[in-house]
């Protein structure tokens, strides 16, 4: 049995589970998550707790216990604090701004990429070159943060590019001097 998949996930106030079958609503203060959860597994909701098991003894369903008890953890999460993600942005000229709702990065290209961010995710960015996109939804937040460090990610001479701010660059020695 997975050791995630036994932990309950504590719900706190202002949070509501409703779980209709594979279905699970969670509503809290920043905003609402509802997904449909893989088969094999079963839910039991407990005074302020969702304990998850799996229903049967089947490699799948034990494959799935842990994983399933991590998304509502996640939802949970995402409904009453949100998650976020920053980027730095290094190098000379690079730069990013928001324009309406959308993100404008200049990243050494002829043209500055634009970027349109989906429903729940919001970009703000401080001094030009960090930038925050956040959300309630930890899989669409990561992956927004994602396409953005894609658009330069960074390089290991100088460590110019788009990387997130606790990412550490493996350094390479550039080329070696004549004799």
């Given at each position: 049995?997975s050791?995630?998949?036994?932990?309950?996930?504590?719900i706190?106030?202002?949070?509501?589970?409703?779980?209709?079958?594979?279905?699970?609503?969670v509503?809290?203060?920043?905003?609402?998550?509802?997904?449909l959860?893989?088969?094999?597994?079963?839910f039991?909701?407990?005074?302020?707790?969702?304990?998850?098991?799996?229903?049967?003894?089947?490699?799948?369903?034990?494959?799935r216990?842990?994983l399933?008890?991590?998304?509502?953890?996640?939802m949970?999460?995402?409904?009453?604090?949100?998650?976020?993600?920053?980027?730095?942005i290094?190098?000379?000229?690079?730069?990013?701004?928001v324009?309406?709702?959308?993100?404008?990065?200049?990243?050494?290209?002829?043209?500055?990429?634009?970027?349109?961010?989906?429903?729940?995710?919001?970009?703000k960015?401080?001094?030009n070159?960090?930038?925050?996109?956040?959300?309630?939804?930890?899989?669409?937040?990561?992956?927004?943060?994602?396409?953005?460090?894609?658009?330069?990610?960074?390089?290991?001479?100088k460590?110019?590019?788009?990387?997130?701010?606790?990412?550490?660059?493996i350094?390479?020695?550039?080329?070696?001097?004549?004799k």
């Amino acid at each position: 049995m997975s050791r995630i998949g036994k932990a309950p996930v504590l719900i706190p106030e202002k949070v509501t589970i409703v779980i209709e079958g594979s279905t699970i609503t969670v509503t809290g203060p920043k905003g609402e998550l509802k997904r449909l959860m893989p088969e094999g597994v079963k839910f039991d909701k407990k005074d302020n707790e969702v304990l998850v098991s799996p229903s049967t003894t089947k490699r799948y369903s034990r494959q799935r216990h842990g994983l399933c008890r991590t998304l509502i953890a996640n939802m949970v999460e995402g409904v009453s604090q949100g998650f976020t993600k920053k980027l730095e942005i290094v190098g000379v000229g690079s730069r990013a701004q928001v324009k309406g709702k959308n993100l404008v990065v200049s990243a050494g290209y002829s043209h500055p990429v634009e970027m349109i961010p989906p429903d729940g995710i919001t970009y703000k960015v401080e001094s030009n070159t960090n930038v925050i996109v956040s959300g309630i939804d930890k899989e669409v937040v990561g992956n927004e943060a994602a396409k953005i460090r894609s658009i330069r990610p960074p390089e290991p001479y100088k460590g110019k590019g788009i990387k997130y701010t606790d990412e550490r660059i493996i350094r390479k020695a550039g080329k070696s001097g004549k004799k």
